[in-house]
Structure formats: structure tokens, C-alpha cells
């Protein structure tokens, strides 16, 4: 015969686990409910805003040495050989997009390509655009 003292052992380790079980299917809820929040967002609007965000990236073609040396002030001088999203080097002619907070330099096509993908960040130093 078992004794009180077990049946409320055993009686203690099933509410234990019980209350765990009810934590975890909360905590799952919470985050379905989170994520059918993010996706109720209209998908245009968050493409909208991306384009926009890609339209604001200031254009130059590489290199841009070379106008700098000419004696253009307000052109700086490339200091990066290569386009960290891709990452190829920078050629002579090719199209690149400088993102205005914090100067990044990247070819056109692969920061926009990033943009649209991910959030709209720096890819190197995470910069809000």
C-alpha cells in the first residue's frame, strides 16, 4: 500500500509539470500571435518603404578617385576595394550606392538587393537608414 506522503509526492511532480506545460504553450501562443502581427503588414507598404529607403542612397560609379583628384570637394576619395554584401572587388564603371548615415560604400545591385531582403540596415555596421 502506498502512503500519503508518495501521493502527494507524486501529486506535487504532476502540477509541476502541468505548470510548465501551461508556461510553454503560453509562451508559444505569445509568439504566433507575434508573428501573425508582422504578418498583417501589407506587403506593399514595406516594399514602398524599401524603395524609397534605396532611392535615398546617394549613386556614384566607381571609381571615384578619379574626381576627387580632379579637385571635386565634395566627392571623397574610395577607400574600400570591395563590396562587402557580394563580396567582389569594385571595378572601373561599375554603379555604387554610398548609404548617407554612415558612408558605406556598396555595388548598386547588392544594396538593393539587401535592402529589399532585410531590414533596412548597413550591412556592415547595422546603421538605421
Known sequence: MVGPSV????????????AVLVIICMC??????????DARLPPEIDAQTK??????????????R????????SVE?????????????????DLCSIIPVCRHEFHRDCI????????NTCPLCRAQL
Open 112 to 119: 538593393a538587393d539587401w535592402l529589399m531582403a532585410y531590414k
Open 77 to 93: 576619395t574610395a577607400a574600400v576595394e570591395d563590396c562587402a554584401i557580394c563580396p567582389g572587388p569594385f571595378e572601373d564603371g
Open 51 to 64: 524603395s524609397i529607403a534605396i532611392a535615398l542612397l546617394d549613386r556614384v560609379t566607381y571609381p571615384r
Open 66 to 73: 578619379n574626381a576627387a583628384a580632379a579637385g571635386d570637394p
Open 28 to 37: 508559444s501562443k505569445n509568439n504566433q500571435d507575434q508573428q501573425q502581427a
Open 7 to 18: 501521493i502527494d509526492a507524486y501529486l506535487l511532480a504532476l502540477f509541476i509539470i502541468a
